[in-house]
T-cell receptor, first 113, second 112 residues
Framework: KAGVTQTPRYLIKTRGQQVTLSCSPI?????VSWYQQTPGQGLQFLFE???????NKGNFPGRFSGRQFSNSRSEMNVSTLELGDSALYLC????????????FGSGTRLTVV | SQQGEEDPQALSIQEGENATMNCSYK?????LQWYRQNSGRGLVHLIL?????REKHSGRLRVTLDTSKKSSSLLITASRAADTASYFC????????????FGAGTRLFVKA
């Protein structure tokens, strides 16, 4: 079966712009989580969605937001981009409930200039 | 702050040797997972051990969990050059939804 698909793979944006990243989970997976990975901070949890509801949120400013659609696809949005938002953004899906671990996508590498 | 912290931060060994990585965490968990990441790519799930389990095996991987010490270890036996990667432990916090927190990772380099 198809894995977790993230689009786009690479993105270059200018400070102050906004960006939307997309994640299509594995078919049947209802939980989608987002992570930001940087060399300095490692993997930081952004948020988790399950059946279109945000269940958990990490310690990120309100510029970071997300949503999940009825087909479990998820998007995250970052507004008013800052240089420090440059990172690899990873999406992970799981069936939800008593899980067997996440399946990660290959990530979107965002560069803010 | 990170829930899980791996030790060592980096490890360099010869092919055929065993590699041991440790993870310590701070709060009660539902389960603990180990992942591998090859340079700049997505993470691959290796193994999950539940809080009521003490040891688990998967191929050349052996994971132990000591909830009294809030620690886990990952042993890779007979390492190969292809095992070169970063390894992360992740803990699942049951916060009315699931929140999986990753440690900073151990960078493993296996020399051929």
């Amino acid at each position: 079966k198809a894995g977790v698909t993230q689009t786009p793979r690479y993105l270059i944006k200018t400070r102050g712009q906004q960006v939307t990243l997309s994640c299509s989970p594995i078919s049947g997976h209802r939980s989608v989580s987002w992570y930001q990975q940087t060399p300095g901070q490692g993997l930081q949890f952004l948020f988790e969605y399950f059946s279109e509801t945000q269940r958990n949120k990490g310690n990120f400013p309100g510029r970071f937001s997300g949503r999940q659609f009825s087909n479990s696809r998820s998007e995250m949005n970052v507004s008013t981009l800052e240089l420090g938002d440059s990172a690899l953004y990873l999406c992970a899906s799981s069936p939800g409930g008593d899980r067997a671990g996440y399946t990660f996508g290959s990530g979107t590498r965002l560069t803010v200039v | 702050s990170q829930q899980g912290e791996e030790d060592p931060q980096a490890l360099s060994i010869q092919e055929g040797e065993n590699a041991t990585m440790n993870c310590s965490y701070k709060t009660s968990i539902n389960n603990l997972q180990w992942y591998r990441q090859n340079s700049g790519r997505g993470l691959v799930h290796l193994i999950l051990i539940r809080s009521n389990e003490r040891e688990k095996h998967s191929g050349r991987l052996r994971v132990t969990l000591d909830t009294s010490k809030k620690s886990s270890s990952l042993l890779i036996t007979a390492s190969r050059a292809a095992d070169t990667a970063s390894y992360f432990c992740a803990t699942d916090l049951n916060t009315g939804g699931f929140k999986t927190i990753f440690g900073a990772g151990t960078r493993l380099f296996v020399k051929a």
